[in-house]
């Protein structure tokens, strides 16, 4: 079975700082991960996913996320947070039919 | 083109009532996956259907049933409506089914509201 894990459920940044959001995973088989975006009132938007190859994976709006099986993690950054990144992000693992398992979430709050 | 529609984007019921939720996919998408979020948590899958079957069934009870219709479109139907039954319903399209690397693209969803 897969399951991830957020930590931290409410994160603030000030507008220009680092964005660094946490996300382990735990898979049997070689992980398949996701890092969505959710807006209020909207649904799901894809921001990056890893699959196989590279371990950097550069995604929209100037995020990326670094796989490390190691340490079973996949965290996403972001260099230089704007207001408009002020959203609930969720990390997913997929299964080999493709269901995503979803993180509980981490909201993102930018300060001025 | 058009993303993933979902209607009624919005739905108030009572204890016991029946609702049927609805999605189009992506034109060309032959997979449908639905999910339930409650407020403050991730989404939880219930179904996935591709070319109108079952491809996979999270852990919901019974009161809860899809299908897929010939242009791919789906219905979501749950029975006997509970209060915790309140949630956000995303209905997700994709192309393939069983690959895990497969993007899935989510719709805005169905707000339900159990009073």
């Known amino acids: 079975a897969q399951s991830v894990t957020q930590l931290g459920s409410h994160v603030s940044v000030s507008e220009g700082a680092l964005v660094l959001l946490r996300c382990n995973y735990s898979?049997?088989?070689?992980?398949?991960l996701f890092w969505y975006v959710q807006y209020p009132n909207q649904g799901l938007q894809l921001l990056l996913k890893?699959?196989?190859?590279?371990?950097l994976v550069k995604g929209i709006n100037g995020f990326e996320a670094e796989f490390k099986k190691s340490e079973t993690s996949f965290h996403l950054t972001k260099p230089s947070a704007h207001m408009s990144d002020a959203a609930e992000y969720f990390c997913a693992v997929s299964d080999s039919w493709g269901k995503l398992q979803f993180g509980a979430g981490t909201q993102v709050v930018v300060t001025p | 083109d058009a993303g993933v529609t979902q209607s009624p984007t919005h739905l108030i019921k009572t204890r016991g009532q029946h609702v049927t939720l609805r999605c189009s996919p992506i034109?060309?998408?032959?997979?449908v996956s639905w999910y339930q979020q409650v407020l403050g948590q991730g989404p939880q899958f219930i179904f996935q259907?591709?070319?109108?079957?079952?491809?996979g069934r999270g852990n919901f009870p019974d009161r809860f049933s899809a299908r897929q219709f010939p242009n791919y479109s789906s219905e979501l139907n749950v029975n006997a409506l509970l209060l915790g039954d309140s949630a956000l319903y995303l209905c997700?399209?994709?192309?393939?089914?069983?690959?895990?690397?497969?993007?899935?693209?989510f719709g805005p969803g169905t707000r339900l509201t159990v009073l």
């Open positions: 890893y699959t196989t190859g590279a371990t």
């Open positions: 034109s060309g998408h032959k997979s």
């Open positions: 898979s049997s088989v070689p992980p398949y």
């Open positions: 997700a399209s994709s192309f393939f089914s069983g690959s895990p690397g497969n993007e899935q693209f």
């Open positions: 259907y591709y070319e109108k079957e079952e491809r």
